[in-house]
Nanobody, 123 residues
Framework: QVQLVESGGGLAQPGGSLTLSCAAS????????MGWFRQAPGKEREFVAG????????TYVDAVKGRFTISRDNVKIRVYLQMTALKPEDTAIYYC????????????????WGQGTQVTVSS
């Protein structure tokens, strides 16, 4: 069965960096787009970044452009989210998600989700 397992969350100071990793299994990973979403307390889950099966182009929400980078390794069957210049408003649970198709945009359909990893940005 499809499994997505996130790791790499934790506590970071403002201006710091973290890299999230999502280990995928149970499907033909290289054929599907993959996305990262986040949900802050009291807010709806939002799209953060997506990477298509062909890697280019990646898509980002405006709030993280220039600070976050999504990438994928089709050999290790993982998708990553490198987060730099972190801000307190980046605090959220971050989820990895599998797209139903080859693209991973905010409007794409996602059919499987990981359990999430907590990212807290605080001094």
């Amino acid at each position: 069965q499809v499994q997505l397992v996130e790791s790499g969350g934790g506590l970071a100071q403002p201006g710091g960096s973290l890299t999230l990793s999502c280990a995928a299994s149970g499907f033909a990973f290289s054929n599907f787009g993959m996305g990262w979403f986040r949900q802050a307390p009291g807010k709806e889950r939002e799209f953060v970044a997506g990477i298509n099966w062909s890697r280019d182009p990646a898509t980002y929400v405006d709030a993280v452009k220039g600070r976050f980078t999504i990438s994928r390794d089709n050999v290790k069957i993982r998708v990553y989210l490198q987060m730099t210049a972190l801000k307190p408003e980046d605090t959220a649970i971050y989820y990895c998600a599998k797209s139903k198709g080859g693209t991973a945009t905010p409007g794409a359909e996602y059919d499987y989700w990981g359990q999430g990893t907590q990212v807290t940005v605080s001094s």
